[in-house]
C-alpha cells in the first residue's frame, strides 16, 4: 500500500502488523513497506528485526532491505555495518539465505573479508 501511497499515516499500522502477525507473507508485506516507506520508526522496528531469532523472517527482512536499498528509501546510516553483521552472519550461516547475506553485504557497502569465509 505504501509503495503506492506515500503516506507516514501507514506506519503505526505497518509496525503493528510487522509485530504481530503470525503470517509470514503479511509481515513481509509490512516489513517492505516500512523499508520502502522510511521514517524513524519504521528504521527502529527494521532494526530490531535483525535480532530475531526466527530464521523464517530473514529472508523476509533481508529482501526487505534489499528493497528499500535499492529504490533509495533507506539511508546509508540507518543501518550501519555494526548492525548489519550478526545478521549477515547468521545469513551466510544458513544455506538458504546465503545470497541474500551477499547481496546485503555488497550493497550496504560493507567488506566481505570481514565475514567468516567459510560460508562465502
Known sequence: LTQK???DAFTARL???ATNSGDYNVKFGALN???LNRTDEGVKTLKGFL???DEKIWVHLANALINGHEHGTLRPEDFTAK???PFIERMLASAPDV???KTLIKL???KPEDFDAKHQ
Open 51 to 53: 535480532d530475531d531469532p
Open 99 to 101: 545470497n541474500n547475506g
Open 83 to 85: 548492525d548489519l553483521k
Open 15 to 17: 509496525i503493528f502488523i
Open 33 to 35: 513497506s516500512l523499508a
Open 5 to 7: 501511497y506515500d503516506d
Open 108 to 110: 550496504f557497502g560493507l
